[in-house]
């Protein structure tokens, strides 16, 4: 069955349905990262373990506390405080679908139906598939006419910048430069060099 469009912003998300599920997503989420920050102290093991039972906790006490709200919530305003309704009188987007709309068009023209989630998963992977659609999304001209910048230094893969202590280049990888920042590490495992 097709969903209908009230008109009526239910919430902040406009979807009055399965809210303790949403909390518990988020707080798990939000707990998984705090726990692997804090548990990082500790190490690589720390973090995996503060992830775990950071996520474990937060999905748990988020989805409890939603779950209670939900039951005495006004899901006709976004708010969610009072009796009254919040009617959503903004004009849809030329594409006839309510909700966020972000504006774009697929190469043939059509509208660009992703929302900000899919454009942002889109950017970081480098897809360019409208997936409701399954059509190929305009690249945007500017963007993609550039060329990447080339860091020369002689050594493979993507440079990152930054100097070793005794002012030679820093060739930590991106990867690298991740996991070294989880556990605390301060050497470049290429040349073996104290960093910055």
């Known amino acids: 069955m ?3 469009y009230d008109k009526v912003q ?3 998300d406009d979807d009055p349905n ?3 599920e949403k ?3 988020l707080g798990g989420v939000g707990g998984a990262v705090t726990g692997a920050v804090a548990g990082a102290m500790a190490g690589p093991v720390g973090a995996v373990v503060g992830a775990v039972v950071g996520g474990l906790a937060g999905a748990g ?3 409890a506390a939603v779950g209670v709200v939900d039951r005495i919530d006004n899901d006709n305003n976004i708010s969610g405080v009072g009796d009254g309704v919040n009617y959503d009188n903004r004009p849809l987007v030329d594409n006839g679908l309510p909700g966020v709309q972000t504006g774009g068009r697929d ?3 059509t509208p660009d139906t992703r929302g900000i989630t899919e454009k942002v998963a889109d950017t970081l992977t ?3 598939i409208d997936d409701k659609t399954g059509k190929p999304v305009a690249k945007n001209p500017i963007v993609d006419a550039r060329p990447a910048p080339v860091i020369d230094n002689g050594i493979p893969g993507v440079q990152t910048g930054g100097r070793a202590v005794d002012g030679t280049p820093d060739t930590r990888g991106i990867t690298e430069k991740a996991a070294d920042t989880l556990t605390g590490d301060n050497i470049d495992d290429k040349t073996g060099k104290r960093v910055y």
Request: cysteine-free; glycine content about 24%; proline content about 5%.
């Open 2 to 4: 097709p969903e209908v």
């Open 10 to 12: 239910h919430g902040i």
């Open 18 to 20: 399965n809210d303790a």
């Open 23 to 25: 909390g518990a997503t």
């Open 61 to 63: 006490l988020s989805g």
């Open 107 to 109: 190469i043939d023209g």
């Open 126 to 128: 480098g897809d360019h």
